[in-house]
């Protein structure tokens, strides 16, 4: 069983950054690969980012590589999403999420899912 709890969204101006953390409890996170998602009001949750359960290979949301770096440290048990230049787009929910993953990319393959931090990017 993992709890994961969001922190560190905002209301920010375009082209600003924002560092969005996920803390995990349970003894077993390091077995897990690691997903950020999004949703935006009216819209379906969409995959930003994700790491997989040793920090080796990190997958992106294409229309946002360059602008989003996710990272883990196992030993605190965290997940960081680094989101820079953002844009009014960018506005919506993120979700944390765990779980034992073969394809990073879609929502139903993550067990886990924290209550998300609201973003808003206003231009």
């Known amino acids: 069983q993992v709890q994961l709890e969001e922190s560190g969204g905002g209301s920010v101006q375009a082209g600003t950054s924002l560092r969005l953390s996920c803390a995990a409890s349970g003894r077993t996170f390091s077995s897990y690969a690691m997903g950020w998602f999004r949703q935006a009001p009216g819209k379906e949750r969409e995959f930003v980012a994700a790491i997989s359960w040793n920090g080796g290979r990190m997958y992106y949301k294409d229309s946002m590589k360059g602008r989003v770096t996710i990272s883990r440290d196992n030993a605190k048990n965290t997940v960081v999403l680094q989101m820079n230049n953002l844009k009014p787009e960018d506005t919506a929910v993120y979700y944390c999420?765990?779980?034992?993953?073969?394809?990073?990319?879609?929502?139903?393959?993550?067990?886990?899912w924290g209550q998300g931090t609201q973003v808003t990017v206003s231009s």
């Open positions: 999420a765990a779980g034992e993953v073969r394809n990073y990319v879609y929502a139903r393959e993550y067990d886990y």
